[in-house]
């Protein structure tokens, strides 16, 4: 926004031999000079035509040549950040040790591409967009020292095309003063934008609240046959939402950007009709429509889902308000009872189904049900394991202990075999799920942890004399051609690591008879519940025994015997 021409007027007041507390003449020789940009001591200079270091390099050489006239040579560089990262690196030396005659003035629309050594080294003036209404001023002046009659709307639409710009606005202008008559209307500037007018997209916008899509295709269609580009309707649809966004959330003082002021009480009800949470959904799907337009062939055609979709999009913000409980549920049905569930429900806790629950705010702590104290630590847990879901509750039951270790937190102790257990438990959804379960039980917010603690229980039993062992078994299963131990503790399985050995090990005897070789299964060799690998399965899924399906048995002679023992 009047970057270069800022630049010349620096270089005016620098060396304008009349200058007055900074204001230059602007009438001397110097001043004419800079202005018509004819000056040989104000040197302008294009980046994106410049940009290579042999410029820079023809620059340097120049620097230290004295002025001509003036007090100060300038050099003012437009369009900086298009200079390759050589030539910023040969001119960073002259930005260092510039001589005292010399200024460097950059002018850049994208200051982040200017290297941080070379912003280190400049005094930064970032310029701001100018407003719609001083540009509309602007423009009106210029309408009438040229002797043109244009409507203030349309003002008001070239301004806010302009986006801020007062050059970009003042081209615009000319364009259409050029195809004019001497009156410009707004139909004038829809005309040669290719744009909708304001009436339209209100039109268009009330029968999408209305949810109405046959109307909508309808303005949509005679929209583009009258000339409007479907690229630009979208823009308009875009910004138009955008303006609903801004009085949905009372920016009363906020300028509309796609329809004039006079239509802000109409956009105020629709907004209010629609709601937030639709309002920012309809601009989520705008926004991505934009973007496959962008790539497409059929650009009407998307611009047409895209508006029937927003017909059909429902009130977001009465289903927010229902989830969070702020509209009341619809009460049951009076033939319908509440025992009828009763079924699905038990059926649910047999099969050991988990509701899905979605995230919520948890709700302030109710009055305490069991005081917090160690002393009813056993109570709470078996309170937990009650109240909260089958994954946690599951988890829950592997603990020997609760632990309180604070005035609110307790800690979930664990015996080191239940790695599985402390995992789910520390799952962020059963956490929460226990934390909430547990502050509504004792009346305050707890934090819940979880410890592996030896369970001094399970480690007296496993130290018992006999444990392991089957009934019935003696020295004598030596005979039977295999060596049985007694199995690892729960939590570890002990597998020989080479079958070479295992077979190496067992005793040989003499082959028996054919017809004398017992009976043999291997599936009733071992008690399963006795077996390391079984009882691990069992207490990390809580599981139990409840039968056992024999193999078919095998009558071989030893060898085959050996063989299949080392197959299994």
């Known amino acids: 926004v009047g970057k270069t021409s800022t630049a010349r007027i620096l270089a005016k007041a620098l060396n304008c031999p009349h200058v007055k507390d900074g204001v230059p003449c602007n009438s001397c020789e110097i001043c004419d000079g800079i202005s018509a940009g004819n000056d ?72 982040n591409k200017v290297p941080d050594t070379i912003l280190s080294r400049c005094q930064r003036f970032d310029f701001s967009v100018i407003g719609d209404a001083p540009i509309a001023q602007r423009l009106g002046e210029i309408a009438v020292a ?22 970009d606005s003042q081209s615009l202008f000319d364009q259409l003063l050029a195809f004019s008559d001497g009156s410009v209307t707004a139909d004038d500037v829809h005309r040669m934008l290719g744009t909708a007018d304001d009436d339209l997209l209100v039109e268009l916008f009330r029968n999408i609240v209305d949810k109405r899509p046959g109307e909508v295709l309808r303005i949509v269609d005679n929209a583009l046959a009258g000339g409007v580009q479907a690229g ?24 509309l950007s796609a329809v004039a002021s006079r239509h802000r009480a109409t ?54 308000d229902l989830l969070s409980g702020r509209i009341p549920s619809l009460p049951a ?30 709700p302030a702590p ?50 080191p075999t239940y790695d599985f257990a402390r995992k789910t438990l520390e799952q962020a959804e059963h956490r929460s799920s226990i934390e909430s379960t547990l502050s509504n039980l004792v009346g305050q917010a707890v934090a819940v942890t979880v410890q592996l603690v030896p369970d ?6 496993d130290e018992s004399p006999g444990d392991g062992q089957r009934p019935g078994q003696a020295s004598s299963d030596s005979e039977a051609g295999s060596k049985v131990t007694a199995p690892a503790p729960a939590g570890s399985v002990d597998r020989p690591q080479n079958r070479t050995e295992q077979r190496r090990e067992r005793p040989r005897k003499p ?58």
């Open 40 to 111: 040989v001591d104000v040197l302008e200079i294009d980046g994106a035509s410049n940009r290579g270091i042999d410029d820079i390099r023809s620059l340097r050489a120049n620097v230290g040549v004295r002025s001509m006239r003036t007090k100060y040579k300038l050099y003012i560089i437009d369009e900086v950040h298009m200079l390759t990262r050589e030539a910023f690196n040969a001119l960073l030396k002259t930005l260092e040790e510039p001589p005292p005659n010399v200024k460097f003035v950059f002018c850049t629309t994208e200051p």
């Open 146 to 167: 040229e002797g043109f009659e244009v409507a203030e709307e349309a003002l008001e639409l070239v301004a806010r095309r302009a986006r801020g710009s007062m050059r």
């Open 232 to 255: 630009e309707l979208m823009d308009q649809i875009i910004a138009y939402s955008r303006d609903l966004m801004v009085i949905a959330a009372g920016g009363e003082t906020v300028p």
């Open 267 to 320: 956009l105020a009800q629709q907004a209010a009709t629609l709601g937030m949470h639709s309002v920012m959904a309809a601009f989520q799907i705008l926004a991505s429509a934009k973007s496959q337009m962008f790539r497409s062939t059929f650009a009407r055609t998307i611009l047409e889902m895209t508006l029937a979709q927003l017909s059909l999009l429902e009130n977001l913000s009465a289903v927010s």
């Open 333 to 362: 049905p009076a033939g319908e009872s509440q025992s009828a569930s009763l079924p699905d429900e038990k059926k649910n806790a047999e099969l050991g189904t988990e509701s899905v629950q979605s995230e919520h705010v948890v």
């Open 366 to 415: 109710s009055s305490p049900q069991i005081e917090f104290r160690q002393e009813n630590a056993q109570q709470i847990l078996q309170q937990l394991v009650a109240r909260t879901g089958f994954a946690a509750a599951a988890g829950l039951r592997k603990a020997h202990a609760l632990a309180i270790s604070g005035p609110n937190r307790v800690d979930v102790q664990l015996d």
């Open 456 to 461: 001094p229980a399970r480690k007296t039993s």
């Open 511 to 568: 082959a028996p008879d054919p017809e004398d070789a017992p009976a043999t299964n291997l599936m009733t060799e071992v008690d399963p519940s006795k077996d390391a690998f079984v009882q691990q399965v069992i207490d990390v899924f809580d599981a139990k025994v409840v039968r056992i399906t024999a193999g078919p048995t095998v009558k071989t002679t030893q060898g085959e015997a050996e063989s299949s023992e080392s197959d299994v």
